[in-house]
T-cell receptor, first 120, second 111 residues
């Protein structure tokens, strides 16, 4: 249980185009979803936190107009990288968390398998 | 959330126990200690977490010192598939809590 999926697993796009990454919680309702970015040989960096039906909260230094996050349902969040450039090439990982403790999957964060974005 | 400190890398022979230390000297009373690992090019995998008591599950054991300033993750019989980066994270409770990753420990299990 507590499975989080991401689609696509990898994508190559041309500079200037936009790319959408989907994150789904398959067997639980995710009241909160997190988006992380990971550059080669570095740790995961939190980009933003989103609660279902609310606007995302972005970490300092993350451009909200460039990384559009939508969390329209309890099982789906999307990250759109707008006008992508080569420096946006990275491994994007989403994480989902259920409701309060007492829910079947408690209050833990579960991670998706990641999406590797390459911008040429 | 409290900062954690881990060694950059460790080696372990296959079949032996891997003991991964973590310092969290500024941890507050309501912060849990979480351990995740990340195998190359995959998303992080939850291992175990605890507050002050030692914990054990099918993957590992977590030993937390009495003063809670440090902890050790124990993989009892390491295999090659346990080669990964292991992250120790202090996380509070509440809706605003989130997992913030440090640099972790790169564990290399060898034959």
């Amino acid at each position: 249980g507590a499975v989080v999926s991401q689609h696509p697993s990898w994508v190559i796009c041309k500079s200037g185009t936009s790319v959408k990454i989907e994150c789904r919680s398959l067997d639980f309702q995710a009241t909160t979803m997190f988006w992380y970015r990971q550059f080669p040989k570095q740790s995961l960096m939190l980009m933003a936190t989103s609660n279902e039906g609310s606007k995302a909260t972005y970490e300092q230094g993350v451009e909200k107009d460039k990384f559009l996050i939508n969390h329209a349902s309890l099982t789906l969040s999307t990250l759109t990288v707008t006008s992508a450039h080569p420096e946006d090439s990275s491994f994007y990982i989403c994480s989902a968390r259920g409701g309060a403790s007492g829910d079947p999957w408690g209050y833990e964060q579960y991670f998706g398998p990641g999406t590797r974005l390459t911008v040429t | 959330d409290a900062k954690t400190t881990q060694p950059t890398s460790m080696d372990c022979a296959e079949g032996r126990a891997a003991n991964l230390p973590c310092n969290h000297s500024t941890i507050s009373g309501n912060e849990y200690v979480y351990w995740y690992r990340q195998i190359h090019s995959q998303g992080p995998q939850y291992i175990i977490h605890g507050l002050k008591n030692n914990e054990t599950n099918e993957m590992a054991s977590l030993i937390i010192t009495e003063d809670r300033k440090s902890s050790t993750l124990i993989l009892p019989h390491a295999t090659l598939r346990d080669t990964a980066v292991y992250y120790c994270i202090a996380r509070g409770t509440g809706t605003a809590s989130k997992l913030t990753f440090g640099t972790g420990t790169r564990l290399q299990v060898t034959l």
